[in-house]
């Protein structure tokens, strides 16, 4: 019952930037750790960034200073704020999500991606 949607994606200039949005909604009793991932074509998915309930943070030496993540628990929505594209950084990008159901019933869930194209 629990569908995450991500939007945001899209083709960019080297440089240039990206917001990704991820909507969490269905059967959710709290949001526990949520993430971003990408696979880049060729390569094996790989955790860009993840953020706990109460906003720790921990990004891939890839991206450190140059995305940001955060939440509105309210909204039940993780951002990804993506600045300084680089071409290397083209990939689908997936969000991620422990969730807690109810009581220690938590399951991990994941939206289906959306395409992130940085190129001349």
């Known amino acids: 019952q629990v569908q995450l949607v991500e939007s945001g994606g899209g083709l960019v200039q080297p440089g240039g930037s990206l917001r990704l949005s991820c909507a969490a909604s269905?059967?959710?009793?709290?949001?526990?750790?949520m993430g971003w991932y990408r696979q880049a074509p060729g390569k094996q998915r790989e955790l860009v960034t993840t953020?706990?309930?109460?906003?720790?943070?921990n990004y891939a030496d890839s991206v450190k200073g140059r995305f940001t993540i955060s939440r509105d628990n309210a909204k039940n929505t993780v951002y990804l704020q993506m600045n300084s594209l680089k071409p290397e950084d083209t990939a689908v990008y997936y969000c991620?999500?422990?969730?807690?159901?109810?009581?220690?019933?938590?399951?991990?869930?994941w939206g289906r991606g959306t395409q992130v194209t940085v190129s001349s």
């Open positions: 991620n999500a422990l969730i807690r159901h109810s009581g220690l019933d938590y399951r991990d869930h």
């Open positions: 269905g059967s959710i009793s709290s949001l526990n750790v």
């Open positions: 953020i706990t309930s109460d906003g720790i943070t």
